[in-house]
T-cell receptor
Framework: RKEVEQDPGPFNVPEGATVAFNCTYS??????FFWYRQDCRKEPKLLMS???SGNEDGRFTAQLNRASQYISLLIRDSKLSDSATYLC????????????FGKGTKLSVIP | EAGVVQSPRYKIIEKKQPVAFWCNPI?????LYWYRQNLGQGPELLIR????????DSQLPKDRFSAERLKGVDSTLKIQPAELGDSAVYLC??????????????FGPGTRLTVL
């Protein structure tokens, strides 16, 4: 089983749609979870951390299910500018600096 | 605040040639990471520095790759000799002291290497 698995997509959605991405991780010791966004030919940028209780940042909602080792990202009211690759990222354990990145899920928001 | 700076942004070389990449992390960030990102993949860690000490280089192909961070600030990653399979984007990232990456890592724009 790969350490961090994501559906590579692409997800092609119309503007205004709601889209959800899922991610599973294999290391039960992982303690820190993130979603990064990467635009084409650019560097990854932190979109949001994922907390146990779930968290929201504007149109973006992240959820964590530790029992199932599952992370999700929900984007509401999609904008053209949301088109990017979304990387699921987990660390290697409590206090660990090491991050493992998924391959990313590509999103294209269509006018 | 200036972000992570990397140079060059692009490099094209022939196989068996040497190449070097430079990174200057965000001021005050003592943890520095070098990643390699292949097309369609997520970044993969090559080496992590805490100040000038390489504390995790288990994924660095030591037969041809080397890195240094002599004064605990900027860093250089070298490949000698380069192979065709080394074509990738080499990303540098940094985090502040004590953060342990809890607030994520800050990436530079990367160096896109093409080996012909």
């Amino acid at each position: 089983r790969k350490e961090v698995e994501q559906d590579p997509g692409p997800f092609n959605v119309p503007e205004g749609a709601t889209v959800a991405f899922n991610c599973t991780y294999s290391n039960s010791a992982s303690q820190s979870f993130f979603w990064y966004r990467q635009d084409c030919r650019k560097e990854p940028k932190l979109l949001m951390s994922v907390y146990s209780s779930g968290n929201e940042d504007g149109r973006f909602t992240a959820q964590l299910n530790r029992a199932s080792q599952y992370i999700s990202l929900l984007i509401r009211d999609s904008k053209l500018s949301d088109s990017a690759t979304y990387l699921c990222v987990v660390n290697s354990g409590a206090g660990s600096y090491q991050l493992t990145f998924g391959k990313g899920t590509k999103l294209s928001v269509i006018p | 605040e200036a972000g992570v700076v990397q140079s060059p942004r692009y490099k094209i070389i022939e196989k068996k040639q040497p190449v070097a990449f430079w990174c200057n992390p965000i001021s005050g960030h003592n943890t520095l990471y070098w990643y390699r990102q292949n097309l369609g993949q997520g970044p993969e860690l090559l080496i992590r520095y805490e100040n000038e000490e390489a504390v995790d280089d288990s994924q660095l192909p030591k037969d041809r790759f080397s890195a240094e961070r002599l004064k605990g600030v900027d860093s250089t990653l070298k490949i000698q000799p380069a192979e065709l399979g080394d074509s990738a984007v080499y990303l540098c990232a940094s985090t502040p002291e004590g953060d342990r990456g809890r607030k994520g890592q800050f990436f530079g724009p990367g160096t896109r290497l093409t080996v012909l």
